[in-house]
């Protein structure tokens, strides 16, 4: 009989960007036969936040978001920044998109992230690792 099982099936891929400079990623999802996800026909919904540090068990909500550098809430930042997804298909490519103004506004630095998407009642964290913020010398006129 087993004695445990692990349910955190999230793969670590750790992002190196530089500020300033147009983000773009795309990432296939497959199910466990390695067919692509319909993610278009489903209907999944993304999201990725990029935070100054993991959150740790006694932290608040509140703390949580203060540490939030881009994502839903943008604190930490020069303003609201938020990921875009586009190019959403069936066969499970989906594409992480920040434009190079709004990747002008996140500072220089280490940062940790995860990636999760929702279809009906199911969500998942589907990616996580660490996502470092290289600075940027030239800066657009």
């Known amino acids: 009989m087993a004695s445990k099982v692990n349910l955190d099936t999230a793969d670590r891929l750790d992002i190196t960007c530089r500020q300033g400079d147009t983000f773009e990623l795309t990432v296939t999802l497959k199910d466990s036969s390695g067919t692509g996800l319909e993610l278009d026909t489903d209907d999944y919904n ?19 978001n203060e540490g939030l550098v881009i ?58 690792g660490s996502f470092k913020v290289n600075s940027d010398i030239s800066k657009a006129l």
């Open 46 to 64: 993304f999201l990725m936040q990029v935070r100054k540090g993991a959150p740790t068990p006694r932290q608040s909500l509140s703390k949580i």
């Open 71 to 128: 994502g839903s809430v943008g604190a930490g930042v020069k303003g609201p920044v938020n990921f875009e997804f586009k190019d959403i298909d069936d066969d499970g490519n989906v594409t992480i998109f920040l434009s190079a103004s709004e990747m002008r506004k996140v500072p220089a630095g280490r940062y940790v992230y995860d990636l999760q998407y929702r279809t009906g009642d199911t969500q998942k964290t589907v990616l996580e």
